[in-house]
């Protein structure tokens, strides 16, 4: 069974920078779409970043240019690197594994396709 452990996060002023990592135990060759989403309270989870297993990346324009989602094959780590941070990107964020590509779904078509979540962990913008 895929287990995801995240680190990272905490609180920041607006305009500065984060690092999210998630560890992947278990990982599985199935593993073919990693993620990162985001949720705030009374919203629906929504799609940050996901990386393929060929590399291939997509962002929510939200971030596009800001973030960046990494996967370190080495030790099967998924970063997001989280620049410029605004207020607006406060939230509790998630990592995620699914077994299959993502490539048919757009970012918010995905949440519900996830089989693997990390624990989340929170971010907080401030001014």
């Known amino acids: 069974q895929v287990q995801l452990v995240q680190s990272g996060g905490g609180s920041v002023q607006a305009g500065g920078s984060l690092r999210l990592s998630c560890a992947i135990f278990?990982?599985?060759?199935?593993?073919?779409?990693l993620g990162w989403f985001r949720q705030t309270p009374g919203k629906k989870r929504e799609g940050v970043a996901i990386i393929e297993s060929d590399t291939s990346t997509r962002y929510d324009d939200s971030v596009k240019g800001r973030f960046t989602i990494t996967k370190d094959s080495a030790d099967n780590t998924l970063n997001l690197q989280m620049n410029s941070l605004k207020i607006e990107d406060t939230a509790m964020y998630y990592c995620?594994?699914?077994?299959?590509?993502?490539?048919?779904?757009?970012?918010?078509?995905?949440?519900?396709?996830?089989?693997?979540w990390g624990q989340g962990t929170q971010v907080t913008v401030s001014s």
């Open positions: 278990e990982y599985s060759s199935s593993v073919a779409c």
């Open positions: 995620a594994a699914r077994a299959g590509s993502c490539r048919r779904w757009t970012l918010q078509e995905l949440e519900n396709l996830f089989g693997y």
